[in-house]
């Protein structure tokens, strides 16, 4: 069975620090390329953060390009995503996911919630 | 980025009759290698997303054969046939052909 867990959410003050993780299972975790969405409270879907499957390409969206940066452990399975500097409007609940834009397996976590507020 | 506009924003249903949801792009969503990533996905109220259709027009596994998607260039559409309980929630379309992946706003399906 596929899993997808986060962990690493939570309350953390305006220009704090966040590390979020996520425990791969069931698949080849180490041939997926994986990505981090975020879902604000009420809102839609936005895409945070793509990382290869051998960690040779990452890409982020502008809002948070600079401030958080993708890696992944594949000797463990393990997704991660640090957050440096974070704002009021980061607050969501992040999923970690599979290459969704794709036509690969289908892969999401039950997501992580960060609220940024003083 | 590419924008992509969803309608409509909300869709009433009657249970066991169709409803159709538009997805349209500015620009094509052909990529270069011939392929078109444009996917759906559905998300029930306190769960996660769940990807319906790939490539335009193919369902995953397990997805009933009452969800199907059409289109191309720049129009989509997905279609549910004989809307059931179970497909409540909020419909999203997402193109991987421009990076950045965007999204569409999302259109919330509710019954009558």
């Known amino acids: 069975e596929v899993q997808l867990v986060e962990s690493g959410g939570g309350l953390v003050q305006p220009g704090g620090s966040l590390g979020l993780s996520c425990a791969a299972s069931g698949f080849s975790f180490s041939t997926q390329s994986m990505t981090w969405v975020r879902q604000a409270p009420g809102k839609g879907l936005e895409w945070v953060a793509f990382?290869?499957?051998?960690?040779?390409?990452?890409d982020y969206a502008e809002s948070v390009k600079g401030r958080f940066t993708i890696s992944r452990d594949n000797s463990k399975n393990m997704l991660y995503l640090q957050m440096n500097s974070l704002r009021t409007d980061d607050s969501a609940r992040y999923y970690c996911a599979g290459a969704i834009w794709s036509a690969n397996d289908d892969y999401w976590g039950q997501g992580t919630p960060v609220t940024v507020s003083s | 980025d590419v924008v992509l506009t969803q309608s409509p924003l909300s869709l009433p249903v009657t249970l066991g009759q169709s409803a159709s949801i538009s997805c349209r792009s500015r620009q094509s969503l052909r990529h270069s290698d011939g392929n078109t990533y444009l996917n759906w996905f559905h998300q029930r109220p306190g769960q996660s997303p769940r990807r319906l259709i790939y490539?335009?027009?193919n369902r995953d596994s397990g997805v009933p054969d009452r969800f199907s998607g059409s289109g191309s260039g720049t129009d989509f559409t997905l279609k549910i046939s004989r809307v059931e309980a179970e497909d409540v929630g909020v419909y999203y379309c997402l193109q991987g052909t421009h990076w950045p992946l965007t999204f569409g706003g999302g259109t919330k399906v509710e019954i009558k």
């Open positions: 990382i290869s499957g051998g960690s040779d390409t990452t």
């Open positions: 490539g335009v027009s």
